[in-house]
C-alpha cells in the first residue's frame, strides 16, 4: 500500500545532542510538510517542500532544518534540541498543494533528556 | 496568515446523540477546510472536507457545512459510537506564502455509554 513512512517512531537524544528524523513517502506526491505536535495541542507547521522548493514559516526557529534529496525522501534536522522541543513530529504529503488531501505518517516521538 | 478558532475544547455526548463542532477562520481568501480525526498516539487522518464553492457536504453520519460570509464551519457526527471518540481537528487553508494547513486547537469528542 502507498503510504508515508516515518523513522524511527520514537526516538531519545541528549539536550544539545543533533538528532535526524526521516520521512518517505511511496505516493509519489509533490509536496512534504513537517509538523510539530505537542501534547493536547493541534499539529504546527514548521515547513514544507514543493518539490525542491523550500518553505519556511515565519515563526520556525532557526534550529530547525530540512532536506529533500529526493522525491521520496525527507529529513527533519534539530541542530541542538532543548527541552522545549520534545514532542511528536509529523510527516504528510499533498498530491500537489493543500487544497488536497494531507496523508499523514504515524510520527516520531522525540524525548530529550 | 490564516488564524483558526475551534470550540469545544471538550464534548461529551451520550452515545446516540449527535456532536456539533464548531470552526472560525479569519482569513476570507481561505478555500479549503478539512476535518481530521486523531486517535490517541495515532496520526491525525482525515474524515471529511469542505471547498469554498460548496456550503454543506455529508458523509454518512458525518457532515459540514460551511458560512462563508460569517466565517465559520461546523462538523456534524449524528448518532455517535463509541469509536467516535477521539480529538477533532479543524483546518484552514487559504493558499498564501506557506502551502501548509493552519488547525484549530482539537476538541476532545467523549462518548458516553
Known amino acids: 500500500d502507498a503510504m508515508v513512512i516515518q523513522n524511527p517512531r520514537y526516538q531519545v537524544t541528549q539536550f544539545g545532542k543533533p538528532v535526524t528524523l526521516s520521512c518517505s513517502q511511496t505516493?509519489?506526491?509533490?509536496?512534504m510538510y513537517w509538523y510539530q505536535q505537542k501534547s493536547s495541542q493541534a499539529p504546527k507547521l514548521l515547513f514544507h517542500?514543493?518539490?525542491?522548493?523550500?518553505?519556511n514559516e515565519a515563526d520556525t526557529p532557526d534550529n530547525f532544518q530540512s532536506r529533500r534529496p529526493n522525491t521520496s525522501f525527507c529529513f527533519l534536522d534539530i541542530r541542538s534540541p532543548g527541552l522545549g522541543d520534545a514532542a511528536m513530529y509529523l510527516c504528510?504529503?499533498?498530491?500537489?498543494?493543500?487544497?488536497?488531501?494531507?496523508?499523514f505518517g504515524p510520527g516520531t516521538r522525540l524525548t530529550v533528556l | 496568515g490564516e488564524n483558526v478558532e475551534q470550540h469545544p475544547s471538550t464534548l461529551s455526548v451520550q452515545e446516540g446523540d449527535s456532536a456539533v463542532i464548531k470552526c472560525t477562520y479569519s482569513?476570507?481568501?481561505?478555500?479549503?477546510f478539512p476535518w481530521y480525526k486523531q486517535e490517541l498516539g495515532k496520526r491525525p487522518q482525515l474524515i471529511i472536507d469542505?471547498?469554498?464553492?460548496?456550503g454543506e457536504k455529508k458523509d454518512q453520519r458525518i457532515a459540514v457545512t460551511l458560512n462563508k460570509t460569517a466565517k465559520h464551519f461546523s462538523l456534524h457526527i449524528t448518532e455517535t459510537q463509541p469509536e467516535d471518540s477521539a480529538v477533532y481537528f479543524c483546518?484552514?487553508?487559504?493558499?498564501?506564502?506557506?502551502?501548509?494547513?493552519?488547525f484549530g486547537k482539537g476538541t476532545h469528542l467523549i462518548i458516553q455509554p
Open positions: 482569513d476570507s481568501a481561505s478555500n479549503y
Open positions: 483546518a484552514g487553508y487559504s493558499g498564501g506564502g506557506a502551502d501548509g494547513l493552519t
Open positions: 469542505i471547498r469554498s464553492n460548496v
Open positions: 517542500y514543493y518539490d525542491k522548493d523550500f518553505n
Open positions: 505516493l509519489n506526491h509533490n509536496v
Open positions: 504528510a504529503t499533498s498530491l500537489n498543494q493543500a487544497y488536497n488531501e494531507q496523508f
